[in-house]
């Protein structure tokens, strides 16, 4: 056996853990999903092979697939904006040099991504309560009658990004990242120039963030295609639907009705959405010019 | 080098072999070599799993078995157990939850568990000693009885008696039918000046009355017939059942009611609306009167059976039962079936019943139950007793059915939606993945 082959063989046998891993945990089981997806299969009775049947029901035939697509897209498209905005305004706050005690504040926006993700839902359950939680009563205090929020299937979904708000200190910290990647000598030289505050924001740190929101873009979406357990734990999909996403309508198909054929299909479904999503960001990025 | 890598890699594989076959003999040991051994799941953390842990105990010293009990919470709506089975290594002994038996009837009917009938006449149970409520939900259509109910719970109305005395009502005369309910209602029913609540006389949707099944069952709808093994969920009572729902979100906000309803901590906690007398009546399970003794003792209430209009059903409630069940391919059913028997036993359960006023599921009252002369108690006993009191919904679409009902009453209240056109779609779904099942 020459050396190269040898080398090969090792680097083969250190990385076999994974290799394995990946093909007993991921790979096969990805397989035979797919495979699932073109069978009734309920875990208990062999599989019913049935073609497309469960990718035609679930997209010409299923009213509950627009439903949920529809409440997953809003989260994406208007609360990952949301999201995103007040990440990015927040971070060029804490980004700010000359404040004593700023580093106080960074762990402070911080810290709610360190508690559990259960826990945060049962907290803004509280947080959110209509009749005397936190938000409501501020919102009492200046006259204004606060919103059912998780009671009320207008104000469920909104109510939900703002927890997602609430948590999002990853997305800050790359923010601040990306914002001590900036060259300081693009501010001085437009002081230099005249330009004021907004317009430094607009013309340089929101250009030098491109790479940054376009990371947490897709990883938020990615993240909002799989958001499971706060809707399930606060609100179960109601009321009257308007919190049911995607991943908790799939969960429902597979372990609550043990239509594991359909959240099969469901679930590569998914997978193409965010395929398609993904690519589309990355194309709209080159066009407006984040490649970098 | 070369023979080091290829020794280490084998001495890998055989450690995960070896490890493996630990594994397996492990386990099989656990249920299949000795019968005086088996595996039980019980779904309950807390109070109910010291209970239950006290009666195991109690049964491994009187009958020298070993149970390996295991708590799996949820353990059948989360697919453990479906997995179990179809891994070929599932409990003998499985306790599902007052919610869950819908579910243990559904897997039954896709044939996951083991009929009983053999063992529980080796054990020498006779079913005529049961109460006629339970006989539904023990049966499959075939005639086998694959479900033991351990004890149940009833869903009764609570009112409060000091809010009744003050509209005017008479406590000790309370409403029987929908139509007393409303006027009930009416009469306690107060608004503040800006025109937002001050005490709600009663809500339809909450309690046990956002369960799906209540109000319908109390109108008389049938949800399922399963003799004939269909779908009939676009029937006049249930019809009825949701336009007199949508009649309380006509006259109060349903978002305004979900948001003066909401307390923080549910049933048990001092803050729950019928607790703190935002609302004047309720219909919630047995158990709540317990609740109401300790978070709100000063409360005085009274229950009656939950009201139902003419041609519903009667004095009748829907069961919460707690039910044991054998999944298939258990290596030890009869061991299984002669410990559920012995936990379903009046003494067995007196403890649980004479805190939460649940119910024994035998015809024959044991002096163990102390609740005599209990006012509560003896609406409990004559709703459980009640021959229109049953399980609804046995069927292997229980899941689907309850969300697609919990989502049409939603489309009712919200949007004030037309039920009939909503209950024909839902049906006509829900008889579609009936046949695939």
Request: hydrophobic share 45%; glycine share 8%.
């Amino acid at each position: 056996m020459n050396i190269q082959k040898r080398i090969l063989r090792n680097g083969l046998l250190f990385i076999s853990p994974w290799i394995i891993g990946f093909l007993c945990f991921t790979a096969y089981p990805m397989v035979s999903s797919l495979y699932y997806s073109l069978t009734e299969y309920n875990l208990i009775s062999e599989p019913n092979f049935i073609g497309f049947d469960n990718y035609k029901q679930l997209l010409f035939e299923d009213d509950l697939f627009l439903t949920v697509l529809g409440n997953t897209m809003y989260m994406i498209i208007v609360g990952l904006t949301i999201t995103t905005v007040v990440t990015i305004m927040i971070a060029i706050l804490l980004n700010t040099k000359n404040i004593k005690g700023m580093s106080f504040f960074r762990i402070v926006f911080f810290i709610p991504t360190l508690v559990p993700f259960v826990v945060l839902a049962i907290l803004w359950i509280w947080v959110l309560q209509p009749d005397s939680g936190v938000v409501n009563s501020i919102l009492g205090f200046f006259g204004i009658d606060g919103p059912g929020w998780f009671s009320s299937p207008k104000w469920a979904k909104p109510g939900l990004i703002l927890m997602t708000i609430w948590m999002s200190g990853n997305m800050i910290l790359i923010y601040l990242a990306a914002l001590g990647d900036i060259p300081k000598s693009l501010y001085e030289a437009a002081s230099i120039d005249g330009a004021n505050v907004l317009r430094k924001v607009f013309h340089i740190t929101l250009p030098g963030l491109r790479p940054a929101i376009l990371f947490n873009s897709i990883t938020g979406m990615i993240g909002v295609f799989q958001s499971f357990a706060e809707a399930f734990i606060i609100t179960d999909g109601g009321p009257d639907n308007s919190t049911l996403f995607y991943s908790l309508y799939l969960y429902r198909n597979a372990f609550q009705y043990f239509n594991m054929g359909y959240a099969s299909a469901q679930a590569w479904i998914l997978l193409i959405i965010a395929l398609i999503m993904t690519m589309t960001f990355f194309k709209l990025s080159k066009r407006w010019g984040f490649e970098d | 080098m070369k023979k080091i890598m290829s020794m280490s890699l084998i001495s890998v594989l055989v450690i995960i072999l070896v490890l493996s076959g630990c594994s397996n003999s492990n386990s099989s040991s656990s249920t299949t070599s000795n019968s005086k051994e088996f595996t039980y799941w019980y779904p309950w953390g807390g109070d109910s799993e010291k209970w239950d842990k006290e009666r195991i105990a109690d049964y491994e010293k009187e009958e020298g078995m070993k149970v390996n009990a295991v708590y799996v919470p949820d353990g059948i709506t989360n697919g453990k157990l479906l997995s179990a089975i179809s891994g070929g290594n599932p409990p003998d002994l499985v306790l599902g939850d007052g919610n869950d038996y819908q579910l243990a009837y559904s897997l039954a009917a896709q044939g996951a568990l083991e009929p009983l009938d053999k063992y529980l006449e080796k054990a020498g149970f006779d079913e005529n000693t049961v109460l006629e409520g339970f006989h539904d939900v023990m049966k499959q259509p075939d005639g086998k009885t694959y479900i033991l109910p351990q004890d149940s719970n009833v869903n009764l109305l609570y009112y409060n008696v000091d809010m009744f005395e003050a509209a005017g009502l008479d406590p000790d005369n309370p409403p029987k039918t929908i139509e007393e309910l409303d006027k009930a209602a009416e009469a306690l029913t107060k608004l503040k000046d800006d025109g937002s609540f001050d005490t709600l006389g009663f809500i339809p949707w909450i309690d046990a009355g956002e369960d799906p099944y209540t109000w319908p069952w109390a109108f008389g709808a049938d949800m399922f017939d399963t003799e004939a093994n269909k779908v009939t969920l676009n029937e006049e009572p249930m019809i009825e059942s949701l336009k007199w729902m949508d009649s309380y979100a006509v006259k109060y906000n349903p978002e305004k009611i979900k948001s003066f309803t909401s307390g923080f901590g549910g049933a048990f906690s001092p803050d729950h609306p019928f607790m703190t007398g935002k609302v004047a009546m309720t219909v919630n399970g047995n158990w709540f009167a317990n609740a109401l003794k300790i978070y709100s003792p000063d409360t005085k209430y009274k229950v009656a059976p939950i009201p139902s209009p003419p041609g519903g059903r009667e004095n009748a409630t829907v069961f919460g039962t707690n039910v044991f069940f054998v999944p298939k391919g258990a290596k030890n059913p009869q061991a299984a079936i002669n410990f559920a028997l012995y936990g379903n036993q009046d003494k067995v359960l007196a403890g649980n019943i004479n805190i939460w006023r649940s119910i024994s599921i035998w015809k024959e009252k044991s002096d163990a139950i102390k609740w005599d002369n209990d006012s509560v108690y003896e609406t409990v006993l004559n709703v459980a007793a009640s021959p229109n009191s049953g399980h609804p919904a046995l069927t292997s679409v229980a899941g689907e059915m309850g969300d697609e009902l919990t989502s049409i009453r939603d489309a009712v209240i919200y949007n004030h939606e037309d039920p009939a056109k909503l209950l024909q779609k839902s049906q006509d779904k829900l008889k579609e993945t009936l046949e695939k099942k």
